[in-house]
C-alpha cells in the first residue's frame, strides 16, 4: 500500500514512524514533511492546502490512502475535493469532510451542537460587533474568570481566558470590532469558566462505530508551574492518572456515543479522528472544544502507545469496518518533553544548527520544527522536537526524556523540566 500523509510537524512525524513500521505499506510519503520524517519516507516540497499538487502527488504515486494531519486542509474541503474529482473520488481521505470540519471550524456551529446532543459543556452564548452591547451583559452574568472564544481558526491562539471584567470586555471589542484575530473572530462564543483539571480524549470512528484511543494530558504553558504565555504544547503524558477506568467509561456514555450518534442524525458522514478536550469537574466530564485532528504533541505520546498495525485500524475507518478490526494499547506510561525555540512562542529565529542526534538515546525524538540541509538538520520552527519515552511511571518516563533532551543541543534549545510532576498526587 501506498500511503501519504500530509503535514510537517510532530504529529506528523508520529503517523509516519508508526506507519512505516506496518507490514502492509509499500511507500510513504509526507507533504511537506520534515527532517525526521525522511527518516520514515520521502518528504515531498508540497504545501497542505494546495490541493492540485497534492491531486498530481496521488496520480503520480498511485497512493492508496491519505491521512490528513493538520486542521486547516480539512476545514478547506481537502475531503470534498477528492470526492468531487473524477480522479481522486476512490482514493480514502482520513479526516473529515467540511461539514464534520466544522467541529473545530467553528466554535458557535460545535457549542450548537453539543447543546443540540446533550453533550455536557459550559454555558456560553455568542456575539457578533452587531450585539456588542449584548454581549457585555452576558459577561456581567458570568463569575471571572472570562472564556472569549474567536468562532474560527486563529492557529491556536483564538481564546482568551481574562480574570478582570473591564479587560474581558475591552478584549472582546478587541475581537469583533477591530478584528484582532482576523475573520476568525467576526462572531466570538463567551462561555462560563470550567473548574477542575483538563485532559484530552481522541477518538477514531469511521462515522459507525469507533475505537477511544490513549488519553493524554498535555501542558500549554511556556514557564515551570504552568506559568506564562500559551504555546502550541510543551508536553504530554498519556495514560491520565485522573482519568481511569470508570471516567473514560462515563466520558464514552456522556461524550463519545452522544457525538457519534449527533453526527449521523444531522447527516454528516464523518471518518477520522475526533479530538474532544474536556474538563474533569469531580469526577464529571464536561466538553471543553471538539477538534476534527488529532493533537500535537498528544499524538507523540498516544500513537507510541498502539500496538496495532496503524495502516489496519485507518483501512477500517476507510471501508467502515473498524468494529471489526483487533485494538490493543501498550499499559505502560508515555511522557514526551517538547524542545523549543529561543524566544518561542514570541519572535523566534530558525536556521539553528542542531547537534547531538547521533546519539543513542532511550527515547524516540520525533522532530517537529526541522528541516534538513544536505547532511545537516536545522531548526525550521518554535517548537523543534518532541522527546517521548516509556516507564513504568511517569517519573521514569521523563526523567529518560529529559536524559535525551540534554544531550540534543541547538542555540537556544528550552523545555519544561516540570513535565508531569503535577500528576504525582494521582498516582
Known amino acids: 500500500m501506498n500511503v501519504l500523509i500530509l503535514g510537517s510537524g510532530g504529529r506528523e ?60 486542509p480539512l476545514v478547506n474541503g481537502i475531503h470534498d475535493f477528492f470526492l468531487n474529482d473524477d480522479v481522486l473520488k476512490d482514493i480514502p481521505v482520513i479526516g473529515p469532510k467540511k461539514d464534520g470540519a466544522q467541529l473545530e471550524g467553528s466554535k458557535d456551529f460545535s457549542k450548537q451542537f453539543m447543546l443540540k446532543h446533550g453533550v455536557p459543556t459550559a454555558r456560553y452564548a455568542t ?14 452574568t458570568l463569575e471571572p474568570p472570562f472564556v472569549l472564544k474567536a468562532d474560527g481558526l486563529a ?41 477542575g483539571i483538563e485532559l484530552s480524549v481522541f477518538v477514531l470512528t469511521d462515522g459507525k462505530s469507533y475505537k477511544i484511543l490513549p488519553a493524554a494530558k498535555d501542558y500549554k504553558r511556556i ?22 477506568e470508570a471516567f473514560i467509561k462515563k466520558v464514552e456514555e456522556l461524550v463519545v456515543k452522544p457525538t457519534i450518534k449527533g453526527l449521523n442524525k444531522d447527516g454528516i458522514d464523518y471518518r477520522g479522528f475526533i479530538f474532544i478536550g474536556l474538563m474533569n469537574c469531580n469526577g464529571e466530564p464536561s466538553v471543553i472544544e471538539y477538534n476534527c485532528r488529532m493533537g500535537d504533541p ?21 471501508t467502515q469496518t473498524l468494529h471489526q478490526k483487533e ?11 517538547v524542545l523549543v525555540s529561543g524566544g518561542y512562542p514570541g519572535d523566534f529565529e530558525k536556521g539553528k544548527i542542531v547537534n547531538g542526534l547521533n546519539n543513542s538515546f532511550d527515547s524516540q525524538v520525533f522532530h517537529s520544527g526541522t528541516k534538513l540541509d544536505g547532511d545537516k538538520v536545522l531548526t525550521n520552527g518554535g517548537r523543534v522536537f518532541a522527546i517521548t519515552s516509556f516507564g513504568k511511571t511517569i517519573e521514569e518516563a521523563v526523567n529518560k526524556s ?17 513535565i508531569g510532576k503535577d500528576l504525582k498526587i494521582y498516582q
Not at 456575539?127 to 456581567?140: D, H, I, P, R, S
Not at 491556536?156 to 480574570?163: A, E, N, Q, S
Open 223 to 244: 514557564g515551570e508551574g504552568d506559568t506564562g504565555l500559551n504555546t502550541g504544547g510543551m508536553g504530554a503524558v498519556s495514560p491520565v492518572p485522573f482519568a481511569n
Open 327 to 337: 485494538y490493543e494499547t501498550i499499559t505502560e506510561t508515555a511522557t514526551t518533553v
Open 13 to 72: 512525524h508520529a503517523f509516519a514512524w508508526k506507519i512505516a513500521q506496518s507490514k502492509q505499506l509499500q511507500n510513504l510519503y509526507i507533504a511537506p514533511g520534515n527532517a525526521g520524517t525522511a527518516n520514515c519516507g520521502t518528504n515531498l516540497n508540497v504545501a497542505v492546502n494546495d490541493f492540485e499538487a497534492i491531486k498530481n502527488i496521488v496520480w503520480e504515486k498511485d497512493i492508496n490512502l491519505v491521512l490528513v494531519g493538520p486542521e486547516d
Open 298 to 318: 498528544e499524538t507523540e505520546v498516544v500513537i507510541p502507545r498502539i500496538k496495532t498495525d496503524f495502516i489496519d485500524l485507518l483501512q477500517g475507518v476507510a
Open 402 to 418: 529529559f536524559a535525551t533532551a540534554d544531550k540534543i543541543n541547538y542555540e537556544g534549545k528550552y523545555f519544561r523540566r516540570d
Open 127 to 140: 456575539f457578533t460587533k452587531n450585539n456588542l452591547n449584548e454581549g457585555y451583559a452576558f459577561l456581567e
Open 155 to 195: 492557529a491556536g491562539k483564538g481564546v482568551l481566558i481574562i480574570d478582570n471584567i473591564t479587560e474581558a470586555k475591552e478584549e472582546l471589542k478587541k475581537m469583533l470590532v477591530d478584528a484582532k484575530f482576523g475573520n476568525a473572530s467576526t462572531k466570538v462564543v463567551i462561555e462560563e469558566f470550567l473548574k
